[in-house]
């Protein structure tokens, strides 16, 4: 073998050294680039999931107010329900902080929404008491 061959075999042996080590290298990142795309695509689910818990969250802290205001407050459900978490917030300290109303007793006075006929009815059962004798 003569020189020339000798350095191109050794030349032929580095270049195939070189071509193996960058094909392996292609091939890491081709399974670094399948692991990133996976990686995204949960971090994805896992940020369209944490927007739903936190609506969910803010649903739930929302009814809760509405929950403990509306017996304590005369204004409908459906108007309650249009405010923000904020101005339920500020109505539920306003009305924890105001008196309520009770009797000697200690029984709490709640104001009865009557109806319109039960209020003629109500009218006609005195009326027919005091025909009849009684107070």
Excluded: W
Excluded at 89 to 117: A, C, F, M, N
Aim: hydrophobic content about 40%; overall charge positive; cysteine-free.
């Amino acid at each position: 073998m003569s020189e020339k061959e000798i350095k191109k075999t050794e030349k032929s042996a580095a270049d195939t050294i070189v071509e193996d080590s960058v094909a392996v290298l292609q091939s890491r990142n081709i399974i670094k680039d399948k692991l990133i795309a996976d990686l995204t695509e949960k971090l994805k689910r896992s940020d369209d999931e944490l927007i739903q818990l936190k609506e969910l969250a803010y649903e739930q802290l929302k009814a809760d107010l509405v929950a403990d205001i509306e017996p304590r407050y005369t204004v409908p459900k459906e108007l309650l329900v249009l405010k923000t978490i904020d101005e339920l917030k500020h109505i539920q300290v306003v009305l924890d902080k105001s008196p309520v109303q009770v009797y000697k007793s200690g029984t709490p006075i709640v104001e009865k929404k009557t109806k319109p006929r039960q209020m003629l009815a109500d009218k006609f059962a005195a009326k027919q008491a005091v025909r009849m004798g009684g107070n």
